[in-house]
Each structure stands twice: as structure tokens, then as C-alpha cells.
């Protein structure tokens, strides 16, 4: 089973930059990508951005196109979402995710809190 850890959330203000962080561990084997999605209070949960790990271009949610940008560092498993430009409507909570691709995700973390006040 894959285990994954979250890290870098926070509290910011708007215009600001956050990256998140989130590193996989365990049986990795048979995944192909990790992704982020986020959940804002009272909304479903949302695709933000996913990479594969054996290259392609990434994909990206319209919402966030040309503010984010994920990047991947295959030696250690670790997945990062650098947030520029952050907006009050990007406040959620932010979940990692390893699977098969962006439809495909099979294991989840625990999310990390994104708050950006305005």
C-alpha cells in the first residue's frame, strides 16, 4: 500500500505563494501519476493538477492555469504545487493523490489546509 504525506499548507494573504509538498511511500509500483485536487468548504472536490512520472506535460485545472504549477522529483516520490498568485477563491482544502492518472487516482492523503485571505 502507498502512504502519502502532505506538507505546506498555511495561511496567506491574496497575491501571495505557497508550495505544497507530498511524498509517496510503500509499494509504488503500478502508478503512473500523482495529482492534486482540492475541496473548498461546502463544494465537491476539484482536479487542480496531475503529472505523470514518466513525463508528458502536465495537466492543469482552467482555474488555475498559469498560477500553479506541479513538478515532480521521481527519485524520492515526491510531488510539488508551487501556488503564485494566490486568490481567496483558491482557499480549500488540498489533497494528494497516486494512481493510474487523473480520473484514475487510487490512493489518497489526508489533505493540507490552503487559506488565503483577501
Known amino acids: 500500500q502507498v502512504q502519502l504525506v502532505e506538507s505546506g499548507g498555511g495561511l496567506v494573504q491574496a497575491g501571495d505563494s505557497l508550495r505544497l509538498s507530498c511524498a509517496a511511500s510503500g509499494r509504488t509500483s503500478g502508478t503512473y501519476a500523482m495529482g492534486w485536487y482540492r475541496q473548498a468548504p461546502g463544494k465537491e472536490r476539484e482536479f487542480v493538477a496531475a503529472i505523470r512520472w514518466t513525463g508528458g506535460s502536465p495537466e492543469y485545472a482552467d482555474s488555475v492555469k498559469g498560477r500553479f504549477a506541479i513538478s515532480r522529483e521521481n527519485a524520492v516520490y515526491t510531488v510539488y504545487l508551487q501556488m503564485n498568485h494566490l486568490k481567496p477563491e483558491d482557499t480549500a482544502v488540498y489533497y494528494c493523490?497516486?494512481?493510474?492518472?487523473?480520473?484514475?487516482?487510487?490512493?489518497w492523503g489526508k489533505g493540507t489546509q490552503v487559506t488565503v485571505s483577501s
Open positions: 493523490a497516486v494512481g493510474r492518472g487523473k480520473n484514475a487516482m487510487q490512493v
